[in-house]
T-cell receptor, first 114, second 112 residues
Framework: DQQVKQNSPSLSVQEGRISILNCDYTNSMFDYFLWYKKYPAEGPTFLISISSIKDKNEDGRFTVFLNKSAKHLSLHIVPSQPGDSAVYFCAASEDQSGTYKYIFGTGTRLKVLA | DVKVTQSSRYLVKRTGEKVFLECVQDMDHENMFWYRQDPGLGLRLIYFSYDVKMKEKGDIPEGYSVSREKKERFSLILESASTNQTSMYLC???????????FGDGTRLSIL
């Protein structure tokens, strides 16, 4: 049972435009969400996170939006750059449980076209 | 900068062998994790540890065990390797209180 879902395996965007990556979750106990970026032959690197007490968090070109009622989060990258081409994973955890376990989605491969 | 080092980038082993994957972090992190990454399945948690000599099962612990004798080192053991354990293995570490996990570059393990 996939508790965190990324329904788009791939996405192509023109350089300079907005990239929107989506993630849905089913467990209403999740209260902390993260996005990771992964280049080939490297480990995932942390990008941005959001707590369930917020609905938006911004860091430079990256913004994460959280819609708790829809159990949906999205990552916006503006403007997109060729170096953003990578696989993006969303992850969720139950902060209050104290286990610090992440449940990851299956990833979305973003290709930014020059 | 946090450094998580996995001992091998590529490893080829035979079915039935006992396989050790080593991971070392240099930031005195309490938490350490082992994942495997497979196409279409994302990252799945195998085992994790909150402290020295502590271990907890993740979502897919069958066929694996772990060892954490020192705070900086977390080892993943495949007791008797099988072909379905061919995968990319990723180690991560973090501070407590849900701080982001930092990942190593992975070990691509092939079981023949």
């Amino acid at each position: 049972d996939q508790q965190v879902k990324q329904n788009s395996p791939s996405l192509s965007v023109q350089e300079g435009r907005i990239s929107i990556l989506n993630c849905d979750y089913t467990n209403s106990m999740f209260d902390y969400f993260l996005w990771y970026k992964k280049y080939p032959a490297e480990g995932p690197t942390f990008l941005i996170s959001i707590s369930s007490i917020k609905d938006k968090n911004e860091d430079g070109r990256f913004t994460v939006f959280l819609n708790k009622s829809a159990k949906h989060l999205s990552l916006h990258i503006v403007p997109s750059q060729p170096g953003d081409s990578a696989v993006y994973f969303c992850a969720a955890s139950e902060d209050q449980s104290g286990t610090y376990k992440y449940i990851f989605g299956t990833g979305t491969r973003l290709k930014v076209l020059a | 900068d946090v450094k998580v080092t996995q001992s091998s980038r590529y490893l080829v082993k035979r079915t039935g062998e006992k396989v050790f994957l080593e991971c070392v972090q240099d930031m005195d992190h309490e938490n350490m994790f082992w994942y495997r990454q497979d196409p279409g399945l994302g990252l799945r948690l195998i085992y994790f540890s909150y402290d020295v000599k502590m271990k907890e099962k993740g979502d897919i612990p069958e066929g694996y065990s772990v060892s954490r004798e020192k705070k900086e080192r977390f080892s993943l053991i495949l007791e008797s390797a099988s072909t379905n354990q061919t995968s990319m293995y990723l180690c991560a570490s973090s501070l407590p209180n849900n701080q982001p996990q930092h990942f190593g570059d992975g070990t691509r393990l092939s079981i023949l």
